[in-house]
């Protein structure tokens, strides 16, 4: 590779690496001849257009630099990550599979296949070709990354908080991934307090990460005192609060008490009422404030 | 199976014709959550109507989807056994019986829906609003259209017996 060409990818790789996407983007355009049979430089190029979401120049662009070199697993990465993202999961399969049969003992190549195998609903094998990544290396922080996504998929909350908060004490304190799932964890027990401050400790990391600030805003509009009457529907979730107020006013009409139940059922319509319409008309009003 | 075996498994393509294209307005999955009230005030019919529908918006596999016909025939079939086996004339403990039914029922297809539900909501960007449709309409549909066809069953029924 001639010296400018080498000054170019060096300068890409930097903005790549201070989240300048476009500027990288310019500096490889200048870049033609000889020096586009180097699969580095497509790498690059491929790398600033999945930052810059253009999944399907991405996609176009990892395919010219595998027709460059066909061995490269940057590159095979970066393709099943765009393929992936467009929602071919065929085709991102088959692009992680080709570098798993490069390197079939790397962990982030583990985990990013198992990531799509859940994408794909196969959450099963997912789980055991994570299991394979953390057999390889049980401290990768992929590997920690994949088992609290694995874990969240499932359902699983609890599992998904533990490893959340093993990600935040091992690697890193302020890790926004590790937060936004102590804030989900945090928001499906009610205690939207401390959810809003994993949210926003989250979008603090990265302000240019807008659905981690939405998480935020939406977090904070959530503790406003106008969200206070329908925390128990949020708590517990509308069918088991529903059952829950049935199964009361039953109680009180099978036991004769009638006013009891008169106010009970008529406070609890009016929170239904509340509910279906005061809290898309506060998160409106809400958001417009400066978050 | 050995563990050479296992671990060659594990590199087998799971993923072929499988696509998780962005879904637009209106083709896009409704809350979980929603599908209760639909549940309470139509029935396991209208409730299982729903679920179907969204499952095919969630991408979930036939084998897994055709459990919820199954969910919402077998809900009306326990809901007329009941009714014949009360033998009640009360429209309301009719409508009791039928709201149990569609309870029953929608904690079965919450579950069967729930890891879908939670991979889609996973891996799609944007916040609720834009990930999930308004079940307003289609819910009304179908809670009125179906729960009067699974009174009708029932009212047949009851009369016939």
Not at chain 1, 97 to 123: D, F, N
Request: with cysteine; hydrophobic share 50%.
């Amino acid at each position: 590779m001639r010296t400018n060409a080498e000054t170019a990818v060096a300068l890409a790789s930097h903005y790549l690496d201070v989240d300048q996407p476009q500027r990288a983007l310019d500096v490889l355009d200048g870049i033609d001849g000889p020096d586009l049979d180097d699969a580095y430089l497509w790498a690059l190029r491929t790398q600033a257009l999945v930052d810059l979401k253009q999944f399907a120049q991405a996609a176009a662009t990892a395919r010219n630099g595998l027709s460059v070199d066909a061995e490269s697993i940057t590159v095979l990465d970066l393709l099943a990550i765009a393929e992936a993202e467009l929602g071919e999961l065929e085709a991102a399969e088959t692009a992680i599979l080709q570098a798993l049969e490069l390197e079939p003992e790397h962990p982030v190549l583990l985990c990013r296949y198992a990531l799509l195998l859940a994408r794909g609903g196969e959450l099963g094998k997912a789980t055991r070709v994570c299991a394979e990544a953390e057999r390889i290396d049980p401290d990768d922080e992929a590997v920690i990354r994949c088992r609290i996504a694995l874990a969240y998929v499932r359902g699983d909350n609890k599992a998904a908080a533990r490893e959340s908060r093993r990600l935040l004490a091992e690697l890193d304190p302020d890790d926004p991934v590790g937060h936004t799932m102590l804030g989900v964890q945090a928001a499906s027990r009610g205690s939207f307090r401390s959810a809003s401050r994993h949210f926003d400790t989250a979008a603090r990391y990265d302000l240019g990460d807008e659905q981690a600030v939405d998480l935020a805003r939406r977090g904070r509009i959530h503790t406003h005192p106008l969200f206070w009457p329908i925390l128990p529907f949020e708590r517990f979730g509308p069918a088991a609060s529903w059952l829950g107020a049935v199964a009361i006013m039953g109680l009180l009409a099978a036991t004769g008490q009638d006013l009891l139940f008169a106010i009970f059922a008529g406070t609890y319509v009016l929170l239904c009422i509340y509910s279906w319409v005061v809290p898309p008309l506060a998160r409106r009003w809400l958001s417009r404030e400066r978050w | 199976m050995n563990e050479q075996d296992a671990r060659d498994d594990l590199f087998q393509p799971s993923l072929r014709g499988v696509a998780r294209k962005p879904r637009e307005e209106g083709n896009r999955p409704w809350r979980l959550g929603s599908q209760f009230y639909v549940a309470f005030f139509g029935g396991p019919l209208a409730v299982a109507a729903i679920a179907w529908f969204n499952a095919e918006r969630l991408g979930m596999p036939s084998s897994a989807r055709r459990w919820i016909p199954a969910i919402g025939v077998a809900g009306l079939v326990a809901s007329v056994v009941a009714a014949v086996a009360i033998d009640t004339d009360l429209g309301g403990a009719q409508r009791l019986i039928v709201r149990i039914a569609g309870v029953a029922a929608f904690g079965l297809l919450y579950l069967l829906q729930r890891a879908p539900d939670r991979v889609y909501h996973a891996f799609n960007e944007g916040d609720e609003d834009e990930l999930y449709d308004s079940l307003w309409g289609p819910g009304l549909a179908a809670t009125f259209g179906l729960g009067i066809l699974q009174a009708i069953i029932l009212a047949a029924v009851l009369g016939a017996a």
